[in-house]
């Protein structure tokens, strides 16, 4: 994603890094589940946290706040050790105060609420193993499902659910002045490396504090905080990506100067992470009948729906490099895999190192991925652990076009790349937002992980729909490739259904591996 470096937050108070009694700070509850291979999945009961930048911050103690609008307050925060050890965190009620809610297995964020003493606008939440632990996936060779409703999600928005590789304690372990952890949402960090966070390494972010003029509740401070990102879902109803970001950093690193690869400096390329990452846009590349309001889509995002991700090594084993990231969905009980899109001549529906070199050199990007270890980097994080995030937030920097509009808007929507939803130039815009469309909302529900094909049931599967550039035909039964994994039987459906059938294909070759899901479509239907 190009996420802002300002985030939206709540209008009155923000965070800090001891604990706070002033509030309740109940968490809002919810329901998730670990599958087994065979489809068995145990449902567990657990929370989700809102990120600290948004809690409000005061004096321990004490109500007066540290923070207030887009300052510090500069007798409780003269230093950024002295800030940390004066001012602590309380979140209040979740519902009233940031729109936050949850029921059963489903997690709604709002995007404006009005409260008591101000508005709150978007909100970034984290799940929880405990009370006091996020919790933490490891993901290679496994498969992570949820349901989803953009349904009311402007141009402009996004919803956004994705990992980060985090400290399960929130960074309470590592740093002394950090005594509140993940209990109170510390220590957030993703590929844009972002200066808005107001508490970094248990230490405030206060030197060099700069207030965001566009933004009238945010301001930079001199560190930025960064990790690697894997964006499962970024999308409002309009348009969606899946983006893997990498970062030469191991875990949160807070960076200063050249390391966060600012945009201010020129230092984008630059920097520890790839802030663009490897992104597959059906529309940016192509397809620009698969993702859309409306049944003339083949995922209509005026209805909720399953999206399912799946991260594939070279050998199908935990012990094996990543080397594919796929993604299916389901809706209305039928598998609607990825359709194959044309790059530089060639075929894909996932995302690889090969479709980040096709794509990055058709739409003359650098390819950063790469430069930061692509999907072998990607693989080693995933299997030291990542952290849930599920947020809702408005772009102050580029207005969320990079998602669903033409952008850069200097260069000709001809050009390959530029086009990448059909929302205006003008949208998103978040004063606009928030004036016009403040009941915004997304739905996140129905969390499940677990081996490959094991999320999802089995259900009718309809032929894969005809894209603008479809592959090559294939010979229905192919020759069985080279390695460890067998193509499916001559009859039957392998696995039980489409994506546990698709699941089983050989990743190499590519050629193989096509023929292989077009045969799966075939005796799957």
């Not at 209040?92 to 105060?97: I, K, N, Q």
């Not at 012990?319 to 990231?325: K, P, Q, R, S």
């Not at 937030?393 to 952008?407: G, K």
Request: net charge negative; proline share 10%; glycine share 10%.
């Amino acid at each position: 994603m190009i996420r802002s470096i300002t985030m939206a937050a709540f209008l009155v108070v923000c965070s800090a890094q001891q604990p706070g009694n002033q509030k309740d700070n109940k968490k809002p509850p919810i329901t998730v589940a670990t599958c087994a291979a065979g489809g068995q999945c145990t449902p567990h009961d657990t929370s989700v946290v809102l990120d600290s930048n948004w809690m409000w911050t005061h004096k321990v103690g004490s109500s007066t706040n540290c923070y207030t609008g887009d300052e510090w307050d500069k007798d409780l925060c003269p230093d950024p050790k002295t800030c940390a050890q004066n001012c602590a965190l309380d979140g209040g009620d979740y519902e009233s105060t940031y729109g936050i809610s949850t029921s059963g297995n489903a997690l709604t964020l709002k995007f404006v609420t009005k409260g008591q003493y101000g508005d709150n606008v978007g909100s970034r939440t984290f799940l929880m193993q405990d009370d006091e632990t996020y919790q933490v996936f490891k993901l290679k060779n496994r498969e992570f499902s949820f349901d989803v409703d953009v349904s009311q999600l402007p141009c402009g928005l996004n919803g956004a659910l994705y990992f980060v590789e985090m400290d399960a304690d929130g960074g309470m372990s590592k740093y002394p002045g950090n005594n509140a952890g993940a209990k109170y949402g510390t220590g957030y960090c993703d590929a844009q490396c972002p200066h808005d966070l107001k508490f970094i390494n248990g230490e405030a972010n206060s030197a060099n504090w700069t207030i965001d003029p566009s933004d009238p509740n945010s301001g930079t401070g001199m560190y930025g905080t960064c990790c690697t990102e894997m964006d499962v879902w970024e999308s409002n109803k309009m348009a969606t990506a899946v983006t893997p970001h990498t970062c030469t950093c191991d875990g949160q690193t807070r960076c200063t100067g050249i390391q966060c690869g600012d945009d201010a400096s020129g230092n984008r390329e630059n920097g520890v992470c790839d802030k663009d990452g490897s992104d597959f846009n059906p529309f940016r590349l192509g397809d620009k009948s698969f993702f859309g309001p409306g049944a003339n889509f083949s995922v209509d995002s005026s209805q909720s729906f399953t999206v399912v991700t799946q991260w594939v090594t070279s050998d199908k084993t935990d012990a094996g490099d990543l080397t594919e990231i796929r993604r299916h969905y389901v809706q209305n009980g039928k598998t609607i895999p990825t359709r194959p899109v044309s790059v530089g001549g060639q075929t894909y529906d996932s995302v690889t190192d090969d479709f980040t070199r096709a794509q990055k050199t058709l739409f003359n990007d650098t390819n950063g991925y790469a430069k930061r270890g692509g999907m072998k980097r990607m693989g080693d994080v995933l299997d030291r652990g990542v952290v849930l995030v599920m947020s809702l937030w408005a772009d102050y920097a580029v207005h969320m076009l990079w998602l669903d509009s033409d952008y850069p808007t200097d260069q000709p929507t001809s050009k390959p790349g530029v086009a990448r939803g059909t929302c205006a130039t003008t949208s998103g815009v978040p004063s606009d937002l928030i004036n016009n469309s403040p009941d915004s909302q997304v739905v996140y529900s129905n969390i499940r992980w677990g081996p490959i094909g094991s999320t999802t049931p089995p259900g009718p599967n309809p032929p894969a729909p005809p894209g603008p550039n479809p592959p090559p035909p294939f010979p229905p039964n192919p020759p069985p490739p080279p390695g460890p994994n067998p193509p499916p039987p001559p009859s039957g459906c392998p696995g039980g259904n489409l994506a546990a059938c698709i699941a089983l294909c050989p990743s190499n070759p590519p050629d193989a591996y096509k023929a292989c899901v077009a045969d799966c479509v075939k005796r799957c239907d």
